[in-house]
């Protein structure tokens, strides 16, 4: 997948990711397949759990099905997953 | 709405479709849950829902069926040849004309 702004405007639903910012001791060493998503939550399957992780706090590493590795700032991806189809961003980097 | 956005959110009804497909047996309220966000997603595009897809949601109730799970398939030949659709959760039935090529084009 192309690193690009609209990266924020795709599905993270199914997508392998890991938590790298860790705001508290729970979040530590997070990593799994994304099954659900709220506005301002992420439901992760970690290790057969679910963890529910605040967009706002943390910072994901998304691993897309063809290997590419992104970090992406939780505060950008928060909305409901409709409204994240029209957010734009402008380029950060 | 731009193009772009029309192809984003047609990826990722894709994908929703799939996944729903894929864990309805084992847990049918998350597949609910996708098919319900895909919906919204292609009402904010302003898109049509592609037809293999729109046929997997009972029109009355909007519930994910599948046949041979909660749905029942029908072929009908009265009147017109038909397909019938009922979903076995909301009882009601959904009916789509079966008309050849020609014929539509002719219409």
Redesign the interface.
Same mark, same amino acid.
């Not at chain 1, 409901?80 to 409204?83: G, K, L, Q």
């Given at each position: 997948m192309k690193i690009t702004p609209?990266i924020i @405007?795709? #599905?993270f639903?199914?997508i392998e990711t890991k938590v790298c910012r860790k705001p508290q001791a729970s979040y530590a060493k997070i990593s799994g397949k994304i099954?659900? #998503?709220t506005r301002n939550t992420f439901v992760i399957l970690h290790k057969g759990k679910k963890k529910t992780i605040i967009k706002d706090l943390a910072i994901f590493q998304f691993k897309f099905s063809d290997g590419t590795i992104a970090e992406i700032d939780g505060k950008l991806l928060v909305g @409901?997953? #409709?409204?994240r189809?029209?957010r734009h961003v402008r380029r950060l980097w | 709405m731009d193009a772009?956005?029309k192809r +984003? &959110?047609a990826?990722?009804i894709q994908? $929703?479709f799939r $996944?729903a497909k894929e864990i309805f047996h084992e847990n049918p309220s $998350?597949a609910q849950?996708?098919v319900d966000?895909a919906r919204? +997603?292609a009402? &904010?595009?302003k898109i049509r829902l592609p037809t293999e897809h729109r046929h997997q949601i009972c029109s009355h109730c909007k519930s994910f069926i599948l046949p041979g799970a909660n749905s029942r398939i029908r072929i009908k030949q009265q009147r017109e040849p038909h397909v019938v659709i009922t979903c076995l959760k909301c009882g009601k039935q959904t009916r789509i004309v079966l008309r050849k090529k020609e014929e539509k084009q002719k219409l």
């Open positions: 609209d @405007r795709h #599905e639903i199914n099954i659900d #998503e @409901r997953p #409709e409204d189809l029209k | 772009d956005t +984003i &959110a990826q990722r994908t $929703l $996944l $998350l849950h996708y966000t919204k +997603i009402m &904010a595009a």
